[in-house]
């Protein structure tokens, strides 16, 4: 059963600083996903990764897959307060298209 | 272009009774999933449907189902509400529009907030 952990789960970091979301799970996976969720508000699409390797960046948001060590991670440079929310990532058990959720990371950008 | 719908926006309820809520599909997809977030959690995987179809479910007993209908729109009923029902359910469409390549993001609607005391 595919299953899929985030680390940390609470993050509160200064502006300016960078800092790494992980994102591990337990079997193969053919595609990895990353969310924003701002409170009270819904899933917002940020990143999906297709294959080992992958890398995509968009602002002072990168997200990386190593499908041979089972591990994603969301790396923010600079941060800003608007980055404040949370974080999930979700994986698809291969052949499917059900998304397996990660516990998600609470992000904090202090001024 | 429309994203996803989903109605009502909040609901409250008691226990025991039942409850349906409904999800309209981004235009050009034609998969559903539905997801229960409880507070400070992930979403959960309730089911997904495609061209009508229960295409997987996730570990929700029976009174959890759904239907989808021939306009790709979807409806979660719940029956013999409990109180760890209380949540936010999140709908979430995806699907191959035009030649562009699929890649499986799923595009999630506002979520209806259930309380059930």
């Known amino acids: 059963e595919l299953k899929v952990e985030q680390n940390p789960l609470f993050l509160s970091m200064q502006e300016g600083k960078n800092y790494t979301i992980y994102c591990n799970y337990s079997t193969t996976s053919d595609r990895l996903y990353w969310y924003r969720q701002d409170p009270g508000k819904s899933l917002e699409s940020l990143f999906v990764?297709?294959?080992?390797?992958a890398v995509k960046q968009e602002g002072r948001l990168m997200a990386s897959l190593d499908t041979k060590a089972r591990l994603s991670t969301l790396h923010i440079t600079a941060a800003v307060h608007d980055l404040s929310a949370t974080y999930f990532c979700?994986?698809?058990?291969?052949?499917?298209?059900?998304?397996?959720f990660g516990t998600g990371t609470r992000l904090k950008v202090l001024a | 272009e429309t994203g996803v719908t989903q109605s009502p926006t909040h609901l409250i309820k008691t226990r025991g009774q039942q409850v349906t809520l409904r999800c309209s599909s981004q235009s050009g997809h034609n998969t559903v999933s539905w997801y229960q977030q409880a507070l400070g959690q992930g979403p959960q995987f309730i089911f997904q449907?495609?061209?009508?179809?229960?295409?997987g479910r996730g570990n929700f007993p029976p009174r959890f189902s759904g239907l989808q209908f021939p306009n790709y729109s979807s409806e979660l009923n719940v029956n013999a509400l409990e109180l760890d029902d209380s949540a936010l359910y999140l709908c979430?469409?995806?699907?191959?529009?035009?030649?562009?390549?699929?890649?499986?993001?799923?595009?999630f609607g506002p979520g209806t907030r259930l309380t059930v005391l």
């Open positions: 979430a469409s995806s699907g191959r529009v035009g030649g562009a390549r699929f890649d499986g993001t799923q595009y």
């Open positions: 990764l297709l294959s080992n390797g």
């Open positions: 979700a994986a698809t058990t291969s052949g499917t298209y059900k998304y397996i």
């Open positions: 449907y495609y061209r009508e179809e229960e295409n």
